[in-house]
């Protein structure tokens, strides 16, 4: 998706995990996908430059879509979707 596509979608959970480093932001992406629905978009708000490659891999292999990555400023916005 493009920069644009992802800015645009419609997230049904936003996780914030800018104050934790690795592996908090993939512990509370593990712990938050449980919370929404098949087909759903998650967005996971973190500062760790892990984070970019971990929820990614993490996501493929649980059978969820990784949609793409966002760079704010000092910051990155990781969208995903359910599978």
């Known amino acids: 998706m493009t920069q644009e596509e992802l800015n645009n979608l419609t997230v049904n959970k936003s996780v914030d995990a800018r104050g934790t480093a690795c592996p908090g932001p993939l512990l509370e992406a593990k712990k938050s996908i449980g919370t929404i629905a ?45 599978g």
Do not use: Q
């Open 38 to 82: 098949s087909g759903e978009i998650m967005e996971v708000l973190s500062a760790d430059e892990g984070t970019k490659r971990d929820i990614p891999k993490w996501a493929n292999k649980k059978g969820n879509e990784y949609l793409g990555t966002v760079e704010e400023s000092g910051y990155f916005k990781i969208y995903l979707k359910k």
